[in-house]
């Protein structure tokens, strides 16, 4: 039975055919030790076919139909173009393997297209993943990342901007967090100052026509104390 894989990567949709896997064995650990040679990962793992996208948007339309399981109208013409016919009711001689199963659910409910996910699948696109430079010819060194930095961009601002629940969205909390804070601390250190200079102790008053900032005028709490009796025992001391 023939095997594929599908790769979604920051340039495109690849399709890959994966052969003679007897020598490199069909287990997770064997394909993992031969994913770093890429001599004996070549021989095994052959691109089959490539679709590039258009443009950045057309590249971040089609990486948020895959990350919610859903197959575009690019991805089943690229499917249907280029792995074996489907015909009615025979079972297909191949398979085309995945990292996400739920798209691959999709793509089998509308295409009747075999799809497996697994960690002997997902052994093969790490690989697929670690040499793809190496599998376009047409690509020049650094255009592979400076893709995936500009869809990574991109498909991070969208998500923080359509996101409704902002459940997720850590950092905006983070931020709402530390203004809440700095509002709560000016807030309370000017109570606290009008608090001191209500006492009519001649150094808060002092202190209040020196000390601008709120927030320095809590200082002498941490000396004499916030008590009232503390408060009246400095001033018993002072008239004495």
């Not at 594929?4 to 920051?10: D, G, H, K, P």
């Not at 696109?125 to 047409?138: P, T």
């Not at 961009?153 to 909390?173: C, E, L, P, T």
């Amino acid at each position: 039975m023939a095997l594929y894989r599908l790769y979604e990567s920051a340039s495109g949709y690849a399709l890959l055919h994966a052969h003679g896997l007897d020598e490199i064995g069909q287990n997770t650990e064997a394909v993992w030790n031969s994913i770093t040679d890429l001599n004996r990962f070549g021989k095994v793992v052959q691109l089959t076919a490539f679709h590039p996208f258009e443009s950045a948007l057309d590249a971040l339309n089609q990486c948020n139909a895959v990350s919610e399981g859903v197959m575009t109208d690019e991805l089943r013409s690229f499917l249907e173009l280029n792995l074996p016919k489907v015909k009615g009711d025979k079972k297909p001689k191949f398979k085309l393997g995945l990292v996400d199963t739920k798209i691959g659910s999709h793509i089998h409910e509308v295409t009747k297209i075999p799809c497996e996910s697994g960690d002997f699948v997902h052994e093969l696109l790490r690989g697929v993943r670690l040499h793809f430079s190496k599998f376009l010819k047409d690509l020049k060194p650094g255009d592979l990342e400076k893709a995936q930095l500009g869809l990574g961009h991109s498909y991070s601002r969208a998500k923080v901007k359509f996101n409704v629940n902002r459940v997720d969205n850590m950092v905006i909390q983070a931020i709402l967090l530390l203004d809440t804070l700095n509002k709560d601390v000016n807030s309370f250190s000017m109570r606290v100052r009008h608090v001191l200079v209500l006492h009519k102790h001649f150094m808060f008053l002092k202190l209040a026509s020196v000390v601008r900032k709120s927030i320095t005028m809590t200082t002498p709490l941490g000396i004499f104390g916030s008590t009232e009796s503390n408060l009246l025992a400095l001033k018993s001391n002072t008239c004495s």
